[in-house]
């Protein structure tokens, strides 16, 4: 097998230990919300940029959702050419400077990394940072669209926007919700030159990546600038438009949209169903981090939103949100437990998001059930009821499955509680469309090849049809059904024009 022999060819040399992504100190850190990981200079990216084998057959391709040319930008930032790395890398992925700082390249292309069998895998997500960081101090990206420029495709410079106006073929497209699923969709079929637009129902775009993900992960400057760039490709977004109650899809197929890209996402958050829940001083993640991100509250009082953190919060999860929900809260000034069902070696967050919570003092309670809340006598919680757990037999989901230990009861005293178990799919456009096929679990039901519902016309992706929770899969989602609904318009204009 040509891969076995291409990795056997470089055995005998050890790879060079990889470069440190440098982060902030953690005692500083923890008191602020500027972003933590600083990225790479020139020089650190350059020397990651060599370690690259430029592999004939690229296994890292493989295991990126998205089908980035991960040599192919490697080595033109290893050359130093810069400009046509950012190329490269835009070519696939319209939104690098948020990959590279959020998603999980341990479990993606770094995992499957020829280099990651004797040691160290490339930095991927590290050099993805960098070359987009590049391009929007050099004014790229972004500004070279509005300088007319135009932005690169495969392989060629587009025609800017102005010049693109009577480029589009008059079809429109709409996609419900702009988190990276609809933002990518929308992208993909602005470059196939339909006029689309973005219906986003809260005030400002981003989905997760503005609600959900502080800004010490995900500046707001980065993904401003992100949007920024899908906008420059033609895309329009209307925000505060609750697709399924403000319009429906009838009446958008009267406004004339063409085809349909619903992209809604999983933002219904999950309850453990124990008893206190509903005490003052529980919140769900979403609540929490939407306070805190989206309405901006960590700002008080230049922005009036109110959440309450008291001295002592308790974290309940082990996923992204947990470690965003503990980190916010110990950066409001709390002391913050993360009380997790199983150890930290099962935990699905970011490896390197467990690594920073826990350098910041989030304190790490392994194998911890909750059971109740309790309350004081205005109503308000105050500990959080526990057992011991132990690990038995792997679930479902592959995981060691926790079993509480009898009679091993313990108090967890709090004055606040974050519940980060888990998300559901927003149910109101599925329910607003009854014809439209869900599963079980809420999700529509897809072709998972080209994103089709039971609807014609209709497609979707990301974490309303399917489960993997990523932003890079959100985005791999958003890239089939965006080819998909090209070819389907193709075949329906084919098919007036024949019977016309
Ligand atoms: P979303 O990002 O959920 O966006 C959906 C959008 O649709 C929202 O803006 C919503 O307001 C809008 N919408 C919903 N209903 C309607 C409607 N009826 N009309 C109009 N608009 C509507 N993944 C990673 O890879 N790395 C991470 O580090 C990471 N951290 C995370 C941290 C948190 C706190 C959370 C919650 C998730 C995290 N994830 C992470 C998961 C990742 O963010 C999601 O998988 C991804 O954002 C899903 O993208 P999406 O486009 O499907 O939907
Ligand atoms: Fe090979 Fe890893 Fe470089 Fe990809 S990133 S080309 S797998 S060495």
């Not at 950012?86 to 070519?91: E, F, Y």
């Not at 339909?194 to 993904?223: K, N």
């Not at 920024?228 to 958008?252: H, P, Q, R, W």
Request: aromatic residues 6%.
């Amino acid at each position: 097998m040509a891969r076995k022999t291409e990795a056997a060819g470089k055995k005998r040399e050890k790879p060079e230990p990889r470069n440190p992504l440098p982060r902030r100190d953690p005692k500083e850190r923890a008191r602020d919300f500027e972003e933590v990981a600083l990225g790479f200079d020139e020089e650190a990216a350059l020397a990651e940029a060599r370690r690259c084998l430029q592999c004939k057959r690229p296994t890292c391709v493989e295991g990126c959702p998205v089908g980035v040319d991960i040599p192919g930008f490697i080595l033109a930032l290893k050359e130093k050419r810069f400009a046509e790395a950012v190329r490269v890398l835009k070519d696939r992925n319209n939104l690098p400077g948020i990959c590279g700082r959020v998603c999980p390249q341990e479990t993606q292309c770094e995992e499957v990394c020829v280099l990651a069998r004797q040691g160290d895998p490339v930095a991927v997500g590290a050099l993805e940072r960098f070359v987009a960081d590049w391009d929007r101090e050099h004014g790229a990206g972004v500004l070279s669209e509005q300088g007319g420029r135009g932005a690169v495709a495969g392989g060629k410079v587009l025609p800017n926007r102005r010049e693109r106006e009577g480029d589009h073929r008059g079809v429109k497209v709409a996609v419900i919700g702009s988190g990276p699923g609809g933002l990518t969709a929308a992208a993909d079929l602005a470059r196939y030159g339909y006029r689309v637009t973005i219906f986003e129902s809260l005030h400002a775009p981003g989905g997760v990546l503005r609600y959900g993900i502080p800004e010490f992960r995900m500046p707001r400057e980065i993904l401003d600038q992100e949007v920024a760039y899908v906008e420059s490709l033609g895309v329009e977004i209307e925000t505060d438009v609750l697709v399924g109650k403000t319009v429906t899809l009838d009446e958008l197929r009267e406004e004339g949209f063409e085809a349909f890209f619903v992209a809604t996402g999983a933002g219904l958050p999950w309850f453990l169903h124990i008893p206190g829940e509903n005490l003052a001083g529980v919140y769900s993640a979403n609540e929490f981090l939407t306070r805190v991100n989206l309405m901006q509250a960590y700002r008080f009082p230049e922005y009036r939103t109110p959440v309450r953190v008291g001295k002592r919060t308790a974290v309940i999860g082990g996923g992204n949100t947990a470690m965003d929900s503990a980190r916010s809260a110990l950066r409001l000034g709390s002391e913050v437990s993360l009380l997790y069902r199983r150890t930290r070696a099962e935990m699905p967050a970011r490896a390197e998001e467990v690594e920073n919570a826990l350098a910041e003092g989030v304190v790490l309670r392994e194998l911890t059930i909750p059971v109740r809340m309790l309350g004081d006598k205005e109503g308000h919680v105050r500990a959080v009821e526990c057992l011991r757990a132990e690990l038995g037999e792997p679930d479902a989901s592959g995981r060691r499955r926790p079993v509480a230990v009898e009679g091993s009861e313990f108090d967890v005293p709090v004055d606040t509680v974050i519940v980060a178990v888990s998300q559901s799919p927003n149910p109101l456009l599925p329910r607003s469309e009854p014809d439209l096929e869900t599963r079980k679990d809420g999700r529509l039901v897809v072709n998972p090849e080209t994103g089709e519902t039971n609807m014609p016309g209709v497609f979707a992706g990301g974490d309303i049809a399917n489960d993997a929770g990523t932003v890079f899969a959100a985005m791999g989602d958003g890239k089939r059904p965006a080819r998909a609904i090209h070819e389907y318009l193709e075949r329906k204009q084919r098919a007036a024009s024949e019977s016309g």
